[in-house]
């Protein structure tokens, strides 16, 4: 999960965004998988997706 700040625009951010996930996963022979977010969705969304990566989610 990507966590991002201010307002989201899914459409821009994917596409900021596809090369360098493509690039690392041919880079690291594993596929990567992305979910992006804004930092309020994340913060008060009470679906279990986010409350578990809250819970159990690394920053990195």
Do not use: C, F, W
Not at 28 to 37: E, F, H
């Amino acid at each position: 999960m990507v966590v991002l700040k201010g307002e989201l625009n899914h459409r821009e951010q994917d596409k900021r965004s596809r090369d360098l996930v493509a690039s690392l996963s041919l880079e690291n022979d594993a596929l990567i998988s992305t979910k992006l977010v804004s930092e309020t969705k994340y913060a008060e969304s009470k679906m279990p997706l986010y409350i578990n990566v809250r819970r159990e989610g690394a920053p990195v």
